[in-house]
């Protein structure tokens, strides 16, 4: 299946969208807001990056346009 990074920073809604990814077979990584994410970008390959759009310190379009 797909290797996936979620990046939001609500931590109830992460953790329960990884569960559901989890179960239907996926690898998940997760991050916190976009900073945290675009590290993980930086030493990671993803199939798919799930991202919020407003997060504290780096936000979702941020991230967008980093990238």
């Known amino acids: ?3 996936i990074l979620l990046v939001e920073d609500d931590e109830f809604f992460i953790k329960t969208l990884a569960h559901q990814l989890k179960r239907a077979g996926h690898e998940i990584d ?7 994410g675009k590290g993980k970008l930086i030493k ?6 799930i991202s919020d759009i407003q997060m504290p310190v780096l936000d979702g379009m941020g991230l967008l346009l980093w990238a």
């Open 30 to 36: 997760e991050a916190l807001n976009g900073e945290v």
């Open 44 to 49: 990671n390959h993803y199939d798919l990056v």
């Open 1 to 3: 299946m797909a290797k």
